[in-house]
């Protein structure tokens, strides 16, 4: 059974701060890795997907990494600002003839951007 | 475009009710469906998932059932709601063409149990 651990749980920095939010997951049989945003109360945007055979994936000051052999994923943020505080999930899509898509979450990271 | 709505927005149900979620995507055809709940501390956990109108498939077992009558509607039931019902529930989809496709997903229904 798939397991998807993201840490830390929380996460505060001041504006301007690089930062890395990490992402794990116990088999490598994926499909692709997502990273989605979620803001208190809404639905989840997705921010950046990983195929597979990639590596990483860029989206302006975001930045995916997937190393899927040892199973984690990174997802950079580069000079945070305040609108960047959201909870930030980990998904994958695990492989299989009836995965369907189905997406493994983990319990995502809390990020505050305080000014 | 697709879009994909849910409603009720908010409920507020007592215990022993019955329960009766919409999703609807609009734009798309002959797309995946997916139900998730995720309940106050806990992540999202897939509940339902159907890839054709009448095909439904359960991933955990529950007091909770769905429906898919038409190609782009998605319905989550229940005869007799739990405390334990409560929960966001969220409906997501993909094209369903590539199981590498990214997953859209809705505003979100917000169920309180009482």
């Known amino acids: 059974k798939q397991e998807v651990t993201q840490i830390p749980a929380a996460l505060s920095v001041p504006e301007g701060e690089n930062l890395v939010l990490n992402c794990s997951f116990t088999?490598?049989?994926?499909?692709?890795l997502q990273w989605f945003r979620q803001d208190p109360g809404k639905g989840l945007t997705s921010l950046l997907l990983?195929?597979?055979?990639?590596r990483e994936q860029t989206s302006g000051r975001l930045n995916a990494s997937l190393d899927k052999s040892s199973g984690r994923s990174t997802l950079y943020i580069a000079a945070s600002q305040p609108g960047d505080s959201a909870t930030y999930l980990c998904?994958?899509?695990?492989?299989?003839?009836?995965?369907?898509?189905?997406?493994?979450f983990g319990q995502g990271t809390i990020l505050t951007v305080h000014p | 475009s697709q879009t994909i709505h849910q409603w009720p927005a908010t409920l507020v149900q007592p215990v022993g009710s019955p329960l009766s979620l919409e999703c609807t995507v609009e734009g798309t055809s002959n797309p995946n469906l997916y139900w998730y709940r995720q309940a106050a501390g806990r992540g999202l956990q897939l509940l339902f998932y159907?890839?054709?109108?009448?095909?439904i498939s359960s991933e955990v077992p529950q007091n909770l059932s769905a429906s898919r009558p038409q190609d782009r509607q998605f319905i989550l039931s229940s005869k007799k709601l739990l405390l334990s019902d409560s929960g966001f529930y969220l409906c997501?989809?993909?094209?369903?063409?590539?199981?590498?496709?990214?997953?859209?997903f809705g505003p979100g229904t917000r169920l309180t149990v009482l």
């Open positions: 998904a994958v899509a695990n492989a299989g003839g009836t995965s369907y898509g189905k997406l493994t």
């Open positions: 088999d490598s049989a994926i499909y692709n």
């Open positions: 159907s890839v054709g109108i009448g095909q």
């Open positions: 997501a989809w993909n094209p369903g063409l590539r199981r590498t496709d990214t997953q859209y």
């Open positions: 990983i195929q597979s055979s990639q």
